[in-house]
């Protein structure tokens, strides 16, 4: 969509470069920015010549994926023999359902920052326990666990002039053992409930329900849990929503259901 406000376009290249003047706001990939009409938007700062590398190594089997790297790039991360939550990166891609130019195109942290409760990045950074390495205006930054970073359907934390620079995910994490489901009401359709599971290291187990509830919702257990706790848990979150693509009391019903299918995955050995 040609955005008819915007009348200037600058690459960012430094952190200088980062500060807003009125009306300016920043883009990477653009695939929701060029959706629609932004009335209020004169400009736009362009992230992805900072340069930052995609995705990158950490101390103890970490992992930083970049505000600016393209979608398809977690799809194609390299075998590594303590990653065993790496399946978990193509399975929530695959959530997204976008065209292979979408993927191509369209970023993790913009994913995260539109903060639909559908993003697939937030169900993947949110199910690992990600971190947000905030950039802030003064020149510092701070940190937020992604499922504290999204507060509802499409808002989040971020204030104004705040860039999300990456997401940290802690080496304890991508060794866990993971599981993933997803449905919607049509075969191509936006998701209606996306669950997560893992088993970490120490035998605790963690559950995430998004896209069927208006923010993430983290499920916590020293060990796997029993179906009827997990069952329990699941139905008396909070969050659950009624939109055109489904009503809150079947996203709530399939939540369940999708959290137990997970729950005897990881039982029984999980993922590999």
């Not at 849990?225 to 709530?252: C, I, K």
């Amino acid at each position: 969509m040609d955005l008819n406000t915007v009348t200037g376009y600058r690459y960012a290249h430094t952190r200088d470069d980062l500060a807003l003047a009125p009306g300016e706001r920043f883009v990477a990939g653009g695939t929701w920015m060029f959706s629609e009409p932004q009335v209020a938007t004169t400009g736009l700062v362009d992230l992805t010549t900072m340069e930052w590398p995609a995705t990158e190594e950490l101390p103890g089997d970490g992992l930083r994926i970049a505000a600016t790297c393209p979608i398809v790039e977690i799809t194609r991360l390299p075998a590594h023999p303590a990653w065993r939550a790496r399946p978990l990166f193509a399975q929530c891609a695959n959530a997204l359902l976008a065209s292979f130019k979408i993927w191509n195109v369209a970023t993790v942290g913009g994913n995260i920052c539109r903060s639909f409760a559908a993003a697939s990045m937030v169900s993947l950074t949110a199910g690992l326990d990600g971190v947000a390495l905030i950039w802030t205006p003064d020149g510092g930054e701070r940190r937020i666990p992604v499922p504290e970073l999204i507060t509802g359907n499409g808002t989040n934390t971020l204030r104004q002039g705040e860039i999300l620079r990456a997401v940290d995910i802690p080496g304890h994490m991508m060794r866990a053992r993971t599981g993933f489901r997803k449905i919607a009401l049509a075969e191509l359709g936006r998701s209606g409930a996306v669950i997560t599971g893992r088993i970490d290291d120490d035998g605790s187990a963690v559950f995430g329900i998004t896209a069927a509830t208006a923010r993430p919702i983290m499920l916590r257990y020293s060990a796997c849990p029993e179906p009827q706790t997990l069952r329990a848990d699941v139905l008396a979150a909070d969050g659950y929503y009624t939109d055109p693509l489904g009503a809150a009391d079947w996203r709530r019903a399939v939540s369940a259901t999708l959290a137990e299918e997970i729950r005897i995955e990881l039982a029984d050995g999980g993922s590999p």
